[in-house]
């Protein structure tokens, strides 16, 4: 029971994250924007992607945070979604690579990673 719990609390750590950084932190500086830029659109321009594209996955990327909430109710949902948003996370480290950032800006897509990765090690047990 207690692997729910913690299951639980790692969907919605995952949720949380996801929703601020898209709608309350889209337009704002922050420590871990790539190549120092000061919004999410000046982030994907130094990663070299378009304001469609940008959109395209901030949306895929909100969609499996909701999914991830949503598999607490629908089980079999948990390892594609937490697995798809592990992908995602791990684009992410590779775009701050990509930009020559220092470790530090990868920190929260890894541990987003390393909490999809908790998840999927979760369900599976």
């Known amino acids: 029971m207690i692997t ?11 949720f949380i994250t996801i929703f601020n950084v898209w709608f309350f932190r889209f337009n704002k500086p922050t420590p871990y924007r790539g190549g120092g830029a000061k919004s999410m659109k000046d982030e994907f321009e130094v990663y070299g992607i378009s304001n ?12 499996l945070a909701a999914a991830l909430v949503a598999s607490i109710w629908y089980p079999d949902i948990t390892i594609p979604a937490a ?33 999809c990765v908790g998840i999927i090690i979760l369900t599976m047990f």
């Open 4 to 14: 729910f719990y913690l299951a639980v609390f790692l969907k919605a750590a995952i």
């Open 52 to 63: 469609p594209m940008m959109y395209i996955i901030g949306a895929i990327k909100i969609l």
């Open 83 to 115: 697995s798809a948003m592990a992908i995602f996370m791990l684009g992410a480290i590779a775009m701050h690579f990509k930009a020559n950032d220092p470790s530090i800006r990868s920190f929260p897509a890894l541990t987003l990673l390393l909490l």
